[in-house]
């Protein structure tokens, strides 16, 4: 599946550049030039954009929810290059849309549902019971609100200020409802980029006190992705703050960087998310989500908590657990398999981990692999590191080399150096 995707994406490109290069040739063959370099780049990411989009679509793979989301985040995409293309593309503004100045105000939309796709695209990434439901059109009313505010701001600009406009764009600020748009856009970025961020966090927090293995399904480069969003949005917030105190020069400069960096981020975006999203992942519930979180939370408030209060007997379960049947060797151990082995609920086996020992149920677990591991490489000399990893339960060689280092402040090759005999 990876590679039917990376062969799309491969022949994508060859086609978009090479009818790219063929623009810009003819471009310049005549005695005025269309199209500048900086117009180019516009239109690889209204290009690229909805090739991808395409892709993204038409590629059969999982995670069908995902996938419509970025698509239509990449069409929203698509529509920003164009709208800044055909506003700030001089000849082409002059050829075509030389007096289609409503045009330049159909497609501002777009920005306003970005946001919103970006964070349903998270969730529907690290929540395998992801579905829409009628709230999620909430995040949408924006949208449906948009074609008043499009009204009223062409009323209150007035013929004469949208004329001068498409040759000044500061005319347009002369409306308290375009700015109030603009404004809009940069509100809904910031908080659906924060809302995303924090998901990020819960499902982090969810997957250390559930798992004892969490880099095969850690989604850092959704972060990532979010974060680089968010530079986005600076860069489109300086720019619009330049041309409402006339620093025209200013905001030229801010506006054509974002742009550059939009095509290296649409790039990036869709290359490995295609990737990623061909990949298996570890999926947390919702609900499950939900619920675990606020258990750890009750865990740490004094008061009440509706877990029952666990004693000494579920302790010596979960110590006996780790020290005479080793279930911490199991590769793919999880809280729920572990409380079910000893017959313990399973939220009290995380209160019990939690309170006792301090711990998270990842930090637990792969505290024992790491005195195995220690053990093994003190009597076991002639194991290679690999087979020291796999003999300790451990999954990944990084995880593997962070948390020993860690715990005893030696990578386990100096340990061993240290510590081991000669092998016999």
């Known amino acids: ?14 086609i978009l550049h090479v009818t790219i290069f063929y623009l810009l040739v003819i471009s310049f063959m005549f005695d005025q030039a269309y199209f500048n370099f900086h117009d180019i780049v516009l239109i690889l990411i209204f290009v690229e954009s909805v090739l991808f989009s395409l892709i993204l679509i038409s590629v059969h793979m999982d ?11 990449l069409l929203t995409k698509a529509l920003v290059a164009f709208d800044a293309l055909i ?13 289609q100045y409503r045009l330049f105000f159909v497609f501002k939309f777009a920005l306003l549902i970005q946001g919103p796709l970006l964070f349903l695209y998270v969730k529907s990434l690290i929540y395998s019971d992801f579905k829409l439901v009628k709230k999620d059109i909430f995040h949408f009313v924006p949208l449906l609100l948009f074609p008043i505010l499009y009204g009223l701001i062409i009323n209150d600009i007035g013929p004469d200020d949208l004329y001068a406009g498409i040759d000044e764009y500061n005319f347009y600020f002369s409306s308290g409802y375009f700015r109030f748009l603009l404004n809009a856009q940069s509100v ?3 908080l659906y980029s924060i809302m995303s961020l924090y998901i990020l966090v819960q499902y982090r927090k ?16 959704i972060a990532l992705l979010v974060i680089a969003y968010l ?3 600076g860069f489109e917030l300086s720019a619009q703050i330049a041309h409402q105190f006339d620093l025209g020069e200013l905001a030229a400069f801010v506006g054509l960087s974002k742009n550059y960096v939009e095509l290296i981020f649409i790039n990036l975006l869709v290359v490995y998310a295609v990737v990623k999203v061909a990949q298996p992942t570890a999926f947390i519930n919702e609900q499950d989500s939900e619920n675990l979180l606020d258990n750890l939370q009750q865990n740490k408030e004094d008061g009440v908590s509706c877990i029952p209060d666990f004693n000494q007997q579920d302790v010596d379960k979960v110590v006996q657990s780790m020290v005479e049947h080793e279930y911490f060797l199991e590769h793919d151990i999880n809280i729920e398999k572990l409380a079910d082995k000893i017959g313990v609920n399973t939220r009290i086996v995380s209160k019990v981990i939690n309170q006792s020992f301090n711990q998270n149920f990842f930090e ?9 591991a220690k053990f093994l490489l003190e009597k ?4 290679s590191m690999l087979e020291i990893m796999d003999l300790s339960g451990f999954n990944s060689k990084s995880t593997f080399n962070r948390l020993f280092k860690k715990q005893t402040g030696l990578t386990p090759s100096q340990y061993r150096l240290e510590k081991s005999l000669p092998c016999e």
């Open 1 to 14: 599946m990876q590679f039917v995707a990376r062969f799309y994406i491969n022949r994508f490109f060859y």
């Open 63 to 73: 995670k069908l929810h995902s996938r419509v989301f970025l698509s239509l985040f």
């Open 87 to 99: 506003y700030w593309c001089i000849p082409l503004k002059s050829v075509l849309f030389s007096d």
């Open 188 to 190: 809904s970025i910031l």
């Open 206 to 221: 969810n997957i250390t006190a559930r798992f004892s293995e969490v880099d095969s399904i850690s989604l850092a480069w």
């Open 231 to 233: 530079v986005l949005w």
């Open 364 to 372: 637990f677990i792969n505290g024992y692999r790491v005195e195995k």
């Open 380 to 383: 076991s000399v002639c194991l």
